[in-house]
């Protein structure tokens, strides 16, 4: 039979290999998700946030002709946030101003 020395080392090393193992995905994991933000970056600085392309514009009007079934004509256009966009900055803000409150002693 093995030494329980000899046991205790196996599975140390076992142990510390899949450890290895996992950090080495864990980077790779990291590297793709910066190749993906930086290839998303690159395509943002195409068409700046605010900016709506006459493309754009074209897709939108081709999209309520489709669905009203006759011609429109696009004057405006008004960009709503994500909803939960606003929520979060209103409990930010709410945390901030309960934490200057000062209370009354009692």
């Known amino acids: 039979m093995m030494s329980?020395?000899?046991?205790?080392?196996?599975?140390?090393?076992v142990v510390?290999?899949?450890?290895?193992?996992?950090?080495?995905?864990?980077?790779?994991?990291?590297?793709?998700?910066?190749?993906?933000?930086?290839?998303?970056?690159?395509?943002?600085?195409?068409?700046?946030e605010g900016e709506l392309t006459?493309?754009?514009?074209a897709?939108?009007?081709?999209?309520?002709?489709?669905?009203l079934g006759r011609s429109v004509v696009v004057r405006r256009i008004h960009v709503l946030r994500p909803p939960g966009q606003e929520n979060w900055s209103r409990v930010g803000r709410i945390d901030i101003l309960r934490s200057h409150r000062m209370d009354p002693k009692r």
């Open 54 to 57: 006459p493309e754009l514009v």
């Open 16 to 48: 510390m290999c899949v450890m290895a193992l996992l950090v080495g995905v864990l980077y790779a994991f990291q590297a793709v998700s910066r190749r993906q933000a930086a290839a998303a970056a690159t395509a943002a600085d195409a068409v700046p």
């Open 59 to 67: 897709v939108l009007a081709a999209a309520a002709h489709a669905a």
């Open 4 to 13: 329980p020395n000899v046991v205790a080392l196996v599975c140390m090393s």
